[in-house]
Every structure is written in C-alpha cells, then in structure tokens.
T-cell receptor
Framework: LAKTTQPISMDSYEGQEVNITCSHN???????ITWYQQFPSQGPRFIIQ???TKVTNEVASLFIPADRKSSTLSLPRVSLSDTAVYYC????????????FGTGTKLQVIP | KAGVTQTPRYLIKTRGQQVTLSCSPI?????VSWYQQTPGQGLQFLFE???????NKGNFPGRFSGRQFSNSRSEMNVSTLELGDSALYLC?????????????FGSGTRLTVV
C-alpha cells in the first residue's frame, strides 16, 4: 500500500471551507484513494472515495490531479461537528496487503 | 442493514489475564481486519481474515491472535495481558479484500489493563 503523508493538525472557523491534502507519491495504477473520518472513541467512518479527477457526495468533495500523487479532501462550510481526525488511505484490490492508516489530520473547528 | 458489531464495548482486565474480543461483520462481508488504537501510536494493523484464513499480520507479538468462523464472525485473543495492551480495539469489515472496497468499522472495544 502506498505510504501517505498528511498534515498533523488544522484549525478552521465555522462556516469556512477546509481542504486537507494527502501526499501518496508511490500510488499504484489500481489504487483508489479513500478518506475516513474518526470521532473520539469511535471507529473511522467512510467519507468519500475516488480514482481520478473529482468526486463529490453529500458531505465532501475529493480532488485528484492527473498524476494522482496527491489528493485533497474538501469539506464545505464546516461546523463544530466536523471536528475529528481525517485519514487518507490508498490501496488496491486483492489480498496480502497490510492496510496501514497514516497519522491522520486532526481538524479542530473553532466557533 | 446492521453495521459491524463489536462486543463487549468496555472491558477491564488484570495483568497476566487473557481476553477475547468479538466482531460480527456486515452481512455478506467476508473480510475482517483488526486494529489497535492508542493515543501515542494511532491505528495499528493487527491482522486480517478472509474466508477463515489469516491473510495478513501486523507487527504484534504472538500473544495477539485471532480467528474467523464460517459465518465470517471473528474473534481476537490477547494472552498474558500487559499494561501496554490498554487500547481501543477496532474491527473493520469489507466485502472483499483490498482497500478499494472500503472498510466499515465497528465502535470498538475499550480494553483497560490494570
């Protein structure tokens, strides 16, 4: 699995758009990029997944440039309830892969 | 449909004891992975089971073991507990092996070793 690098922490005010970037320089051809959100004492929750270009769902957008060596999770108009740790996970299909989550980005939304 | 169910939610054990944690995946999911999460180490991969076979193992001592049953339910066991084993243990299920398919996590079991 590709190693990922994210900022350790970010602060944002309520109502702002937040962009969290993840670097994954050794992403493989069949790897997808998936983002998870985790609140304290809970398991991570799937947010969004993409392969290339842009993906949007009801909670977030995911931007992936053509070289796919990085990706950006965009959270529009964050609220206090978006305070959480966000993980970027890059991996493909098939077995025998140790699924390693990076350190994640701790997002603190300020009122 | 029902999510991933982990039992028990909380557990307090004494050093030297052993513990068994249970995970029931989403119906139809055949892959179950286990993680240990501590404040200092983040999410650490323990092992993954698929079709009752361990497919991957993380860098944990042999005191940590697991198994998967024919109905895909999984258990993990920790023997000779140490204080450092205190953590949130999470299991995740997936329809198939591979990060592409996405993981659904349970709420975890909070283990405290005293």
């Amino acid at each position: 699995l590709a190693k990922t690098t994210q900022p350790i922490s970010m602060d944002s005010y309520e109502g702002q758009e937040v962009n969290i970037t993840c670097s994954h320089n050794n992403i493989a051809t069949n790897d997808y990029i998936t983002w998870y959100q985790q609140f304290p004492s809970q398991g991570p929750r799937f947010i969004i997944q993409g392969y290339k270009t842009k993906v949007t769902n009801e909670v977030a957008s995911l931007f992936i440039p053509a070289d796919r060596k990085s990706s950006t999770l965009s959270l529009p108009r964050v609220s206090l309830s978006d305070t959480a740790v966000y993980y970027c996970l890059v991996g493909g299909s098939g077995g025998y892969q140790k699924v390693t989550f990076g350190t994640g980005t701790k997002l603190q939304v300020i009122p | 449909k029902a999510g991933v169910t982990q039992t028990p939610r909380y557990l307090i054990k004494t050093r030297g004891q052993q513990v068994t944690l249970s995970c029931s995946p989403i119906s139809g999911h055949r892959s179950v992975s286990w993680y240990q999460q501590t404040p200092g180490q983040g999410l650490q991969f323990l092992f993954e089971y698929f079709s009752e076979t361990q497919r991957n193992k993380g860098n944990f001592p042999g005191r940590f073991s697991g198994r998967q049953f024919s109905n895909s339910r999984s258990e993990m066991n920790v023997s000779t507990l140490e204080l450092g084993d205190s953590a949130l243990y999470l299991c995740a299920s997936s329809a198939r092996q591979g990060a592409n398919y996405g993981y659904t996590f349970g709420s975890g079991t909070r283990l405290t070793v005293v």
